[in-house]
């Protein structure tokens, strides 16, 4: 039994044989012919390679990468004395690869020292930094790097959380560079400095109504996923589920320009 949007298609192909043949009772052969053509109209935009380019470009940019799926693989097993050396090799290969790159990369330069004009890095810096990563001679992800720091300073070290969030390279490359004495989840970083930030605004006399905390909360959480925020993501999920721009200047109005540069600034420095 055809589904209701099957029919639909199915009317579709039909007319479609009516106005080509010019007949009111179209042969199957016919109507065969007009789907071909329907489909053939559809490909057209696709034969544009700027139309592709901007395709490609678009999902680049919204593209984000949450594992919740997939179980952690044990690479460092027991604390015992080879499982430490282990991770020794592991960490120091780590900071080999800091020392070794951080004249190329954005990333590792922005957390050595910010330049001016730069107060956070970008979502697309990042997975160059991870990529870069995996390749030869490192062979590393944030996740061994994670254990192995995890066997040898255990005290310093919290959970990554069951999200595999690839902003948590900016927590392993701030504690390598001993710009924290602790290595947590970027998230729970976002989330304490998030706090801070509300805190000082009620010091300041500042109230958010209910329905502003809740957007406050959507703009942290993603900032926690990808580093920064501007206007355009929030003609993205889950915002433009909520309204998108439009609501939010209604709820923030002059305002929201300096709330977004101090969240920013705050959350992911």
């Known amino acids: 039994m055809l589904k209701r949007g099957e029919f639909s298609f199915c009317d579709k192909k039909i007319e479609k044989a009516k106005a080509i043949f010019n007949t009111e009772t179209p042969?199957?052969?016919?109507?065969?012919?007009?789907?071909?053509?329907?489909?053939?109209?559809?490909?057209?935009?696709?034969?544009?390679s700027s139309f592709r380019n901007t395709l490609i470009i678009i999902k680049q940019k919204n593209e984000q990468i949450i594992d919740t799926v997939s179980k952690d693989r044990v690479i460092i097993v027991g604390f015992d004395e080879k499982a430490k050396e282990k991770?020794?090799?592991?960490?120091?290969?780590?900071?080999?690869?800091?020392?070794?790159?951080?004249?190329?990369?954005?990333?590792?330069?922005?957390?050595?020292?910010?330049?001016?004009?730069?107060?956070?890095?970008?979502?697309?810096?990042i997975k160059q930094l991870a990529?870069?990563?995996?390749?030869?001679p490192y062979f590393l992800t944030p996740e061994v790097i994670w254990q192995a720091y995890e066997q040898l300073e255990?005290?310093?070290?919290?959970?990554?959380?069951?999200q595999k969030l690839l902003t948590n390279i900016i927590?392993?490359?701030?504690?390598a560079l001993e710009k924290s004495d602790v290595l947590?989840?970027?998230?729970?970083?976002?989330d304490r400095r998030f706090n801070d930030w509300l805190a000082q605004q009620e010091g300041l006399g500042k109230r958010f109504s209910?329905?502003?905390?809740?957007?406050?909360?959507?703009?942290?959480?993603?900032?926690?996923?990808?580093?920064s925020i501007g206007i355009d993501?929030?003609?993205?999920?889950?915002?433009?589920?909520?309204?998108?721009?439009?609501?939010?200047?209604?709820?923030?109005?002059?305002?929201?320009?300096?709330?977004?540069?101090?969240?920013?600034?705050?959350?992911?420095?």
């Not at 690869?97 to 910010?114: A, H, P, R, V």
């Not at 209910?210 to 580093?227: D, N, V, Y």
Request: one cysteine or more.
């Open 27 to 48: 042969t199957i052969e016919q109507v065969k012919k007009a789907s071909e053509e329907l489909v053939k109209q559809a490909c057209i935009p696709f034969d544009n």
């Open 87 to 125: 991770a020794r090799t592991i960490v120091d290969t780590f900071r080999r690869f800091i020392e070794e790159n951080k004249n190329e990369l954005t990333t590792i330069q922005l957390i050595y020292d910010k330049p001016y004009g730069r107060r956070h890095l970008t979502y697309e810096e």
């Open 131 to 136: 990529e870069s990563i995996k390749k030869p």
């Open 154 to 162: 255990k005290s310093k070290v919290r959970g990554a959380g069951p």
């Open 171 to 175: 927590s392993l490359m701030r504690f």
């Open 184 to 190: 947590e989840p970027f998230s729970d970083m976002v």
């Open 210 to 227: 209910p329905e502003q905390m809740e957007w406050l909360t959507m703009i942290k959480e993603h900032i926690a996923t990808s580093l």
């Open 233 to 269: 993501d929030f003609e993205m999920a889950p915002f433009n589920q909520r309204g998108g721009a439009v609501k939010i200047y209604q709820l923030f109005g002059q305002q929201l320009n300096g709330i977004l540069e101090e969240l920013n600034e705050r959350l992911a420095a």
